[in-house]
Structures are given as structure tokens and as C-alpha cells.
């Protein structure tokens, strides 16, 4: 069982920058991917960023990117745990963000299918102004 918690929303205005943590504890030995989802309001969910924690595969640290995110965004590690920096935020970004993890080393599909994914935080909400 892995448990997340996400923190660092809240409200910016669209140009600045901001960082989300994603807190995980439980079983985390068998965790080999993390990544950020978000859902805004009236539209599907959609990925933004991967990483892969495991430690016992040469792949360690390798990230990706949606298109969009890929200029703006930065997915890293820390001790138990995920960021994401984004910066230049704009007014459509407002969503709410969810940290997920994935248990198996391989991709049934692709990394932005939701399906792929064991865990679900309970989501932040970040809400951009312009």
C-alpha cells in the first residue's frame, strides 16, 4: 500500500512560478514510476510529467514530459517523495494536481494513460488569475 499527499497549491497569478510536493510513504521499495496528472475544470485528466524512482533499474531518473510542460516544467526526486516546479503559469493551468505512482516496471499502454497508474493522491487545487 503507498499513500500520497500533495501540498503547495493555491492561487498565483499567471506569469509566476510555483513548486508541488508530493509526499509518499508506505511500501515504496516496489514503486518505479511517479508523475503529476492534473484535471481541470470540465475537461478529462491529462499527464504532465514522469519520473522513474526506482534505484534497481539503469533507467533511474529519466523523466517525460507532455508537450506542453516540457519548456515550462521541472519533475524531480527527494527523499520520499516528488516535486514540480512550474513556471510561467498561465491562466489555463488552473486545475487540480495529482501525484500518482505506478508499481510495475512496464507500460501496458503509455505513460499518460491514467490506467497505468496504483495510486492517486488526493489532489491540490492550483488556481491561476490572470
Known amino acids: 500500500q503507498v499513500e500520497l499527499v500533495e501540498s503547495g497549491g493555491g492561487s498565483v497569478q499567471a506569469g509566476d512560478s510555483l513548486r508541488l510536493s508530493c509526499a509518499a510513504s508506505g511500501y515504496l521499495k516496489d514503486v518505479h514510476y511517479m508523475a503529476w496528472f492534473r484535471q481541470a475544470p470540465g475537461k478529462e485528466r491529462e499527464a504532465v510529467a514522469l519520473?522513474?524512482?526506482?534505484?534497481?533499474?539503469?533507467?533511474?531518473?529519466d523523466t517525460r514530459y507532455a508537450d506542453f510542460a516540457r519548456s515550462r516544467f521541472t519533475i524531480s526526486q527527494g527523499k520520499n517523495g516528488l516535486y514540480r516546479q512550474m513556471n510561467s503559469m498561465k491562466t489555463e493551468e488552473t486545475a487540480t494536481y495529482y501525484c500518482?505512482?505506478?508499481?510495475?516496471?512496464?507500460?501496458?499502454?503509455?505513460?499518460?494513460?491514467?490506467?497505468?497508474?496504483?495510486?492517486w493522491g488526493p489532489g491540490t487545487q492550483v488556481t491561476v488569475s490572470a
Open positions: 500518482v505512482a505506478k508499481m510495475r516496471a512496464r507500460f501496458s499502454s503509455s505513460w499518460p494513460y491514467t490506467e497505468e497508474y496504483d495510486y
Open positions: 519520473f522513474q524512482t526506482s534505484k534497481e533499474v539503469p533507467t533511474y531518473g
